[in-house]
């Protein structure tokens, strides 16, 4: 191993833009368990259907409906 790396003619990663963020989030109960039974379903994980789903809200531009009952 080097004692030193010269970076100078390195490039920036391309994909950068498309790397995941991690958050802490709270969700309810009900939610995770959704999510979980639909990865036991689908062999995808559970947190990996949770972006999946809000993934397809960003790109379809949904709106929340913010009316409390």
Known sequence: MKENYDFSKGIKN???KQLKQQVTINLNSDVVRYFKEQADITG???QTLINLY???C???????????K
């Not at 960003?58 to 409390?68: A, S």
């Open 44 to 46: 995808i994980p559970y």
């Open 14 to 16: 391309p994909y950068a």
């Open 54 to 56: 809000l993934k397809d």
């Open 58 to 68: 960003v790109d379809k531009k949904r709106e929340l409906e913010t009316t409390w």
